[in-house]
């Protein structure tokens, strides 16, 4: 919208940096990765708010079950091995099993490895037991949900946040939607000026 053309303008030559000396970057910060997605401070909120939109947000809380569970487990061995048995088996039932209100999409492969892997004889579970779900997952947040997030209004509000702070001219450059915006803004300023210079010359 014209709005949000306008405001994205404005907010870019706003920026003192936004010429910069720097060596011209590989990418944008501007076009967010999946990492970026995941960790960036003014970019993970918006893409949670995608996900919950998108109905998908279980995905992530997946991940982070699984981050928390490896940090765990790792610390503890010997007589904690029920403790981490019952922690893997309470995120296989949450989000695993085909029974859970929250069961993530799960190729079959994947979802029999963990479970021929989450209750040993010996009731030592290792740490990587989700591994194979955890890079299927984020297969499908880079090839299904990045892309479609970064043509969203979640994405223009993340890449606004930047703006506001921290940008430089290779990240407009780079990125389809900030170099469209900017130029459109840049037109309007161009018509406005060159109206009123019109008019003070016919005067």
């Keep these: 919208s014209s709005g ?8 870019l030559m706003d920026q003192k940096n936004l010429i910069s000396a720097a060596p011209f970057p590989a990418s944008s910060q501007l076009k967010p990765g999946l990492e970026q997605c995941l960790s960036a401070i003014h970019c993970l909120p918006y893409f949670i708010q995608y996900l919950e939109y998108c109905k998908s947000v279980r995905l992530l809380h997946f991940m982070f079950a699984c981050d928390t569970f490896a940090d765990v487990s790792e610390r503890m061995v010997g007589n904690h091995g029920n403790s981490v048995q019952c922690d893997a088996l309470d995120i296989y039932s949450r989000f695993v099993s085909l029974n859970s209100t929250h069961a993530i999409s799960l190729p079959e492969n994947v979802r029999r490895m963990i479970e021929n892997n989450i209750s040993p004889e010996d ?8 591994e194979p779900a955890l890079l299927h997952i984020r ?4 090839d299904e949900h990045v892309p479609k997030f970064r043509r969203s209004s979640y ?21 389809e939607t900030a170099i469209a915006f900017f130029m459109e803004y ?12 019109s008019a003070q010359y016919n005067v």
């Design 4 to 11: 949000i053309n306008a405001e994205y303008g404005e907010v």
């Design 123 to 130: 009731g030592q579970v290792d740490c990587r037991v989700f």
């Design 139 to 142: 297969y499908v947040l880079a």
């Design 155 to 175: 994405c223009t509000s993340a890449q606004l946040d930047l703006c506001r702070k921290e940008v430089v001219l290779a990240d407009v450059l780079l990125c």
């Design 186 to 197: 840049l037109e309007q300023r161009w018509e406005v000026w060159y109206k009123v210079h």
